[in-house]
């Protein structure tokens, strides 16, 4: 009993904490300098990491998906299944993964560190309102760098695709790119794209939570690290589920 009043204390928590972010992102100032420094951050420097995952997760999806339809003869398939199990599905869902890795550690290693060092105490005394600048503007930044990633991600795993299927078969960069993207519309694309913000909005929200209420000194900021990973991960997981089941929902075609 005591465990589950925790554990809905700290959703409780945790909703407020969100419904607060909602409502001080409509309030000014708007810290547009301070968002701008953490899309580059967040955005600029994980797209490394996001272009080499993408490259590689494109490559293996294709000699897996050309492994799977050569038994069926349907080889001339593999560029247009790659690019639809990408821009669907695989690219949102490894790109919030990815983010949560690097971006939802840093958050709650950076806001947990100025915690307990008393730096969010020394911002207050100031009269910065630290939750605007600190938690606010890191969830902005999320919510922004999120789809641009999963551009990033979607292009280079297609990209990665055709170097492996190049190899395979000696496809021609016309052919594979024609294939891929003539029956891709807007219906398939953009609401799988857009679904990244909540995504970076989960990121934002749990990793800043953890990391602005840390306690105990370096091993609260080590804690709050860690479970804004696990955490962040965990629900984004779960959230794509019901994202997933909304799209089918208004957008039927994407059922298909």
Avoid at 117 to 131: C, G, H, M, P
Avoid at 174 to 200: E, Q, R, W
């Amino acid at each position: 009993m005591a465990a589950s009043a925790e554990a809905i204390e700290w959703f409780g928590g945790l909703s407020l904490f969100a419904g607060k972010i909602v409502r001080e992102s409509f309030v000014r100032p708007l810290e547009f300098t301070e968002v701008l420094k953490q899309v580059f951050e967040i955005g600029w420097r994980s797209a490394p990491l996001i272009l080499l995952s993408g490259l590689a997760v494109g490559a293996v999806l294709s000699m897996h998906t050309r492994s799977t339809l050569e038994r069926f003869g349907a080889e001339s398939m593999m560029p247009t299944a790659l690019a639809f199990a990408l821009v669907k599905e695989t690219g949102p869902l490894i790109t919030g993964l990815l983010v949560s890795g690097r971006v939802g550690a840093g958050i709650g290693a950076a806001l947990g560190g100025m915690r307990v060092t008393e730096q969010i105490d020394a911002l207050e005394s100031l009269a910065v309102n630290s939750f605007k600048y600190l938690a606010v503007t890191r969830v902005i930044a999320c919510v922004i760098a999120m789809p641009l990633l999963t551009v990033l991600m979607n292009f280079a795993g297609i990209i990665g695709g055709f170097f492996a299927e190049t190899i395979t078969s000696g496809t021609s960069f016309t052919f594979y790119f024609n294939s891929a993207f003539s029956s891709l519309t807007f219906s398939d694309y953009i609401p799988p794209t857009l679904k990244t913000m909540v995504f970076g909005f989960i990121i934002g929200t749990t990793s800043a939570y953890l990391g602005y209420n840390a306690k105990g000194g370096a091993e609260g900021v080590g804690k709050a690290s860690t479970s804004s990973v696990v955490l962040s991960s965990m629900f984004l997981i779960v959230i794509n589920v019901i994202l997933v089941k909304f799209i089918f929902f208004w957008y039927p075609g994407n059922g298909s």
